[in-house]
């Protein structure tokens, strides 16, 4: 069965690669540039992981995984968090919030792989 991959990621030229990566490997992907968006796809397309930018808009990425972490039906959803923030804090701040892992930016394209394949 092809598994659904939510990508919430506001930089165009980051989320076509990680896109056509995910498609090229067989999954279905599904994208939002927002946190509005993003939250509307969890509930209306229940994807099966879901891959957030933490510095994204309407509202942030913390935002974004404290309502999926606070749905019952979505609290168990995987979620790896992605930025560019190299700081100990943002680390810290993602296992306080319940991210299912935390990958950071740049990073390539197998160790994303890794990731998926782990959680799904």
Known sequence: MLK?????EDEPDTREAVEACLVSRGYKVIVAEDGQEALRKVKSQKPDLVLLDIMIPKPDGWQVLNAIRSDEETRELPVIMLTANRQT???IESQNQKATDYLMKPFDIEQLLRFVHRYI
């Open 4 to 8: 659904n991959i939510l990508i919430v």
């Open 89 to 91: 804090s943002s680390l």
